[in-house]
């Protein structure tokens, strides 16, 4: 069964995505390739990923309202989060841990979508609801008159694959956003005929041109952040902070114990340049200080970070 022109550009946007945010995110060549477009089939499921799954509801606003299904293999919920937690890729699912991690790399993969989708005039956004785990024993009775697109790819060596579930209201929703982005804006007026149009005498003089002025960058706001990626940055561990009085700060003394308004063994923030990009917990590696990261500030708000002053 073959799919609409927009629903294979919407899967496109998915794919492509994918494929460079979760790349960016766990420093690994992963290439996201959609493979069958047909009904849901859980056979088919259950023959390429191990029950229960990891399924996550994605909500989408903007020009139109509509909900869709992503479903992946939990062993690969665990690659993925794991490497982006700065590991090897080899642990085992934990939901507690890997649950979380894989909802903010799908949050970035759309958060990179919805600019994707402003570019061609559509007005969608989409953010993650829920992420369980799930033996799909009650899920199947409502999806049965869904689409599925399988998708497959690779990571760390390894093949896996994820469905994306339609219903017919998400269908309908990105096929009218699609569309409604190569309407015209107005009614263009008839052509006249050779015989009713009446040609006037065109008027020519020579081309008047006032000097250029010198054109400087604009703020930079739009930058390219390809440009950007071989630029060292400083980054910093920030363990906490306190306001003191002037008065306070020169009775500071050898052997003074300023208090840091966080407690021992809390989380601690990461900077570039000042700005927050992580949350880290403090660990010690090799008898030097080390920070496992926790959570990342979203992919697009890291690249906006860079353009402020």
């Not at 993650?128 to 689409?147: A, N, P, R, Y």
């Amino acid at each position: 069964m073959s799919n609409s022109p927009q629903i294979q550009k919407f899967i496109e946007f998915f794919t492509s995505n994918a494929s460079g945010v979760l790349g960016t995110i766990t420093n690994q060549s992963i290439d996201f390739t959609a493979l069958e477009f047909g009904n849901f089939n859980f056979e088919t499921i259950q023959s390429s990923i191990e029950i229960p799954c990891v399924v996550l509801s994605i909500m989408y606003s903007g020009s139109q309202t509509f909900q869709l299904q992503l479903m992946f293999d939990k062993s690969s919920v665990a690659i993925l989060a794991d490497l982006m937690m700065l590991g090897e890729g080899d642990t085992n699912y934990i939901p507690e841990e890997h649950n979380d991690a894989m909802k903010e790399m799908c949050n970035q993969i759309l958060g990179s979508m919805t600019g994707e989708f402003a570019g061609e005039g559509v007005n969608l956004s989409g953010t993650v609801g829920d992420i369980e785990l799930t033996d799909m024993e009650i899920q199947q009775d409502f999806l049965v008159d869904h689409k599925m697109q399988t998708i497959q790819f690779t990571v760390v060596g390894k093949s896996f694959y994820s469905y994306i579930l339609f219903d017919d209201q998400a269908i309908n929703a990105i096929n009218d956003s699609f569309q409604a982005q190569n309407e015209p804006a107005f009614d263009a007026p008839p052509s006249m005929s050779g015989s009713a149009r009446q040609e006037e005498p065109v008027k020519v003089s020579r081309a008047q041109f006032s000097e250029f002025e010198e054109v400087r960058p604009s703020s930079g706001k739009n930058i390219n952040i390809d440009v950007l990626l071989d630029v060292v940055l400083p980054v910093s561990v920030e363990l906490g902070r306190k306001d003191m009085k002037i008065k306070e700060i020169l009775e500071i003394g050898q052997g003074s114990v300023v208090e840091l308004n966080k407690l021992a063994g809390d989380l601690v923030d990461l900077m570039i340049n000042g700005k927050k990009f992580a949350v880290g917990e403090v660990m010690v590696a090799d008898e030097n200080y080390a920070v496992r990261i926790v959570s990342l500030v979203s992919r697009e708000e890291r690249i906006k970070s860079l353009g402020q002053d």
